[in-house]
């Protein structure tokens, strides 16, 4: 079935992008402030890149949805029955293999790895497995 009816979603997703900025400043402030290098910046980076992506995914769904991707309407919170099958997808198959990822990154902790580098390559992998699911999902339906 169908979505027939259009619902109004702008005025949340206008306040998840506000709150969202309001955690990446005080976010940043804090950890410029009590964090070691350049941990502040990185945040601000990161947060403000997720806010930048927010707001094109928010303005090619309200101004041209028929041209907006799968992974645009679902971040700009207007996905069809599609979209939430494929987010779903993902997101059963990244719950699937963040858990021997996961065990994996301890096992090298336990036996002595440097913590910085697996905690990356666990966070890059579990990204990469939700992207690629996502994607596989998307062609698939």
């Given at each position: 079935?169908?979505?027939?009816?259009?619902?109004?979603?702008?005025?949340?997703?206008?306040?998840?992008?506000?709150?969202?900025?309001?955690?990446?400043?005080?976010?940043?402030?804090?950890?410029?402030e009590f964090a070691p290098g350049n941990m502040g910046t990185g945040f601000l980076v990161g947060g403000g890149a997720v806010i930048v992506l927010g707001v094109i995914a928010l303005a090619r769904t309200?101004?041209?949805?028929?041209?907006?991707?799968?992974?645009?309407?679902?971040?700009?919170?207007?996905?069809?029955?599609?979209?939430?099958?494929?987010?779903?997808?993902?997101?059963?198959?990244?719950?699937?293999?963040?858990?021997?990822?996961?065990?994996?990154?301890?096992?090298?902790?336990?036996?002595?790895?440097?913590?910085?580098?697996?905690?990356?390559?666990?966070?890059?992998?579990?990204?990469?497995?939700?992207?690629?699911?996502?994607?596989?999902?998307?062609?698939?339906?």
């Open positions: 079935m169908s979505t027939t009816t259009k619902k109004n979603t702008r005025a949340p997703l206008v306040m998840g992008l506000a709150l969202a900025t309001v955690v990446t400043v005080t976010g940043w402030l804090a950890l410029r309200t101004r041209h949805p028929e041209r907006a991707s799968t992974a645009e309407r679902t971040l700009g919170g207007v996905p069809d029955e599609r979209d939430a099958s494929v987010l779903r997808t993902a997101l059963a198959t990244l719950g699937g293999i963040s858990f021997p990822l996961t065990a994996a990154a301890a096992i090298a902790l336990a036996v002595g790895a440097p913590t910085s580098p697996v905690i990356a390559i666990l966070l890059w992998a579990e990204l990469l497995g939700f992207v690629t699911a996502f994607y596989v999902a998307n062609r698939r339906s």
